[in-house]
């Protein structure tokens, strides 16, 4: 196995470690705002973002616990932060849906919907205008597709050949409802055709694939070709917000996650690592987040001082 193949293999199993252990001290209340897991839908921000440079800036949907980690941002900063500690990347003022990290240029995620997408196109034209190498990417849920600012957001991005990618990770669902229960158009890539953005559509369980794909698009993007929108198709695992399962629900079958289960990146990129190697990467994580999560219990809560800083007169 190449040391690429062994690199995602860490940071996939880091992302799968830290979501199960949010997931296990989250009824004890410990974590101080809503979660959001990324169980399933790890590959994608581990795919692209391995491909990136420090330097590009990426943006993301309020289940952003893999693209914060894919990006570099730092898991015990990370791990205060859901736990609403000073410690934190935001100094435990955002929470589970709005991580940043500006050192490696990870400008944070957002709790309403599509909100990250003119953001991230406004970012783009900044560095059009900087006449900058970077590249800005931003993800967001099929649900996105339906908010009025994302069609206006890629107008303009075509409009003015910005250096941004476009990703949607359509997992199906906008909380409970089913993309066809809501949209007449099923290739959500073709709405980004419909502003003459070049598209394209990726269905495998991948992550080799989707970051040579991801890697040929960036750098397109940054020879000064316009934007791209990419959809990926992908399946979460658990219910949208809390760290369950919500079969009992009835709007989406158990037997749905099956294919998923089967597929998982996770495993199947496990699998191919020597036993010996996979053992180490794998107790190497552990630790890691074993100190993590002793680091957000230890760090303190802000003080009041600190409802008046970082803020905007």
Known sequence: MSEEEKRLFESLYRIRRVELEIARVYSSDVVKSPIHLSIGQEYIAVGICDILKKTDVVFGTYRGHALYLAKGGGLKAMMAELYGKIGGCCKGKGGSMHLADKAVNMMGTSAIVASSIPEAVG?????????????????????????????????????????????????????????????????????????????????????????????????????????????????????????????????????????????DPVECLGNMLPERERTYIEETVNQEVAIAMDFASQSPFPDAGELYKDVYD
Not at 163 to 190: G, M, T, W
Not at 221 to 250: C, K, Q, S
């Open 123 to 263: 970012y783009a034209l900044a560095i059009q205008y900087q006449s900058s190498n970077q590249v800005v990417v931003c993800f967001f849920g099929d649900g996105a597709t339906s908010e009025g600012v994302f069609h206006e957001s890629l107008n303009f991005a075509s409009l003015k050949k910005l250096p941004i990618l476009f990703i949607c990770e359509n997992n199906d669902y906008a909380i409970h409802s089913r993309l066809s229960d809501r949209s007449v158009q099923q290739d959500l890539h073709k709405f980004a055709e419909s502003h003459h953005i070049s598209a394209s559509v990726f269905t495998e369980c991948d992550i080799i694939k989707l970051r040579d794909n991801a890697k040929n698009i960036v750098s397109s993007i940054r020879a000064g070709r316009g934007p791209h929108f990419l959809e990926v198709y992908t399946y979460r695992w658990m219910e949208h917000v809390g760290p369950e399962h919500d079969w009992n629900l009835g709007y989406r079958s158990k037997d749905e996650i099956e294919f998923w289960k089967n597929n």
